[in-house]
Nanobody, 132 residues
Framework: QVQVMDSGGGSVQAGGSLRLSCTVSGVTESRTCMGWFRRAPGKEREAVAT??????????YYADSVKGRFTISLDNEKNMVFLQMNNLQPEDTAMYYC???????????????????????WGQGTQVTVSS
């Protein structure tokens, strides 16, 4: 059974940085899609970044709002995915969730489309608060 656990949130001032971590277990497919999502108060959940991995590819996708500031990465040895967040802004304040693509959906398409409905396994969420 797939299990996802995310951590690393906290409170920072605008311009600061945080690194979110996610541990994943139970994913044995040769091609995978992992992603980070966030939900701000009163807002819908939105994709932040996704990363696709296969034997020959490692592709990253970012929401326009975080492009150039956030970086998603994998540590295959430790079965972990990270989100390095730099130059954080108050509008980045949200609960952040790590998620794994649903095995019933093609992982490359899942990552490229960054569609929330194609992710089926979610962490508990970690709060990120950015003050001005």
């Amino acid at each position: 059974q797939v299990q996802v656990m995310d951590s690393g949130g906290g409170s920072v001032q605008a311009g600061g940085s945080l690194r979110l971590s996610c541990t994943v277990s139970g994913v044995t497919e040769s091609r995978t899609c992992m992603g980070w999502f966030r939900r701000a108060p009163g807002k819908e959940r939105e994709a932040v970044a996704t990363i696709y991995r296969s034997s020959s590819r490692l592709n990253e996708y970012y929401a326009d709002s975080v492009k150039g500031r956030f970086t998603i990465s994998l540590d295959n040895e430790k079965n972990m995915v990270f989100l390095q967040m730099n130059n954080l802004q108050p509008e980045d304040t949200a609960m952040y969730y790590c998620a794994a693509g649903d095995r019933d959906w093609e992982p490359f398409a899942t990552c490229a489309r960054m569609s929330v409905q194609h992710f089926g396994y979610w962490g508990q969420g970690t709060q990120v608060t950015v003050s001005s």
